[in-house]
């Protein structure tokens, strides 16, 4: 980050104030919404934007928008004055008790998809199987090269079931993940009409200390399938981590999921993110140690436009 366009007494001027302080102490831990600092704060949202305005302009904070949310990130830096500002931040929302809960705001960006496919599930709601199985027939190209291992895939998200009749044929066994028991109890009458013997269905998510280590017993998964799913969680990254330790190594991680649109009325239906950059499913891939071996658009007349990328989990090297 260069400063040089901000003289030093500039800026010892807009670090000398407590609530930027507190502001970009936040923005340093978590990439959080104008909203959810507002929150933590106690303030309005307009008084958020006001006070984040110098700090962007300083080149301190950067803002990234989803659809008609602003996100604000502070900007790592080597300078001393800021580390020190930092720093102190940091000390005056421990004191108040904002930076701890900073998880509980996070947490909460789920609240409102566990809510719809609850909903969903109770009304008995749900996608048409012969579009969704249009959609599959897409999907085989990509997973053709998946083959050589078989013995155990876990869809992450599984919902009422959309990808188990494709899944199921091709793997040995198969784990259906889902948060809400309501869209597994769903999920568990299709597959009984479905006849899929291998399926076994597991309520919980993607990071369950217990999935992992049943997982791991059996020496990990060749497949970990995220359907449309990071755009309903909190820390989409932290999603792809934990699904790519569920790996075998040569195991493979599949997320399908929306490009960036501003379709917001997709809130309605408990969505967290507006879709994903390329660039940021690639890094988040490789954050977890896997090997990106293919991102491109999917085809389909889905839309908003879906994107699908595949990391693989390097093999073991013998010494």
Sequence with gaps: MNLAVSPRADLFRLLGDESRLRLLALCAEEELTVGELATLLDESQPQITKKSQPLRE?????ARRDGTRTLLRAHMSDDAVVDAALAE???LCTRDG?????????????DASRHFFD????????????AAGNELLA???????LLPGRALAVDVGTGDGTHLPLLSPLYDRVVAIDRSAASLARCAARVAAWGLPNVRLREGAV????????VGQRGGADLVLMARVLRHAARPQDA??????LLRPGGHLIVVDHVPHDDESQREQGVVWLGFEATKLRTWL???QLDVTALAPLPGAVRPALQIAVGKKPARHLH
């Design 89 to 91: 931040g940091r000390a």
């Design 286 to 288: 490789a954050a977890a």
């Design 119 to 130: 909903a969903r599930a109770a009304l008995g709601d749900s996608e048409p199987v012969a």
């Design 98 to 110: 904002s930076l701890a809960r900073i998880a509980t705001i996070v947490a909460q960006r789920e």
């Design 207 to 214: 990071d369950d200390a217990g999935l992992a280590q049943d």
């Design 58 to 62: 300083a080149g301190l904070l950067a």
């Design 139 to 145: 999907w085989l190209p990509v997973l053709a090269p």
């Design 240 to 245: 792809i981590a934990a699904g790519a330790r």
